[in-house]
């Protein structure tokens, strides 16, 4: 059974940071492309970064390009995001997933999700 969870999402005022995490178990981690993406309510999901499965190469929202860091550890089968500066736009519920497919852009290329954390940034 896949199992991804996330963690490390809370309350910070806008321009502190967060780190979440996702652990993944029940799938060969290491070959599995990865993305985060967040949900606001009344929005629709979007993605917010992407990485390869070597980590080789990533992928951001235009909205989180240079504060946020998508990186993975593919010993420890997790996956991670660095959120920096952040702002009050940021406040979502942010979910891990997995998927094997080419593309990556949207909610249907992935195969396995998280339950979701949540991040509120406070102005």
């Known amino acids: 059974q896949v199992q991804l969870v996330e963690s490390g999402g809370g309350l910070v005022q806008a321009g502190g940071s967060l780190r979440l995490s996702c652990a993944a178990s029940g799938l060969t981690f290491s070959i599995y492309p990865m993305g985060w993406f967040r949900q606001a309510p009344g929005k629709e999901r979007e993605i917010v970064a992407r990485?390869?499965?070597?980590?080789?190469?990533?992928d951001y929202a235009d909205s989180v390009k240079g504060r946020f860091t998508i990186s993975r550890d593919n010993v420890k089968n997790t996956l991670y995001l660095q959120m920096n500066s952040l702002k009050p736009e940021d406040t979502a519920v942010y979910y891990c997933a997995a998927g094997r497919g080419s593309r990556y852009r949207f909610p249907v290329d992935y195969d396995y999700w998280g339950q979701g954390t949540q991040v509120t940034v406070s102005s």
């Open positions: 990485i390869t499965w070597t980590g080789g190469n990533t």
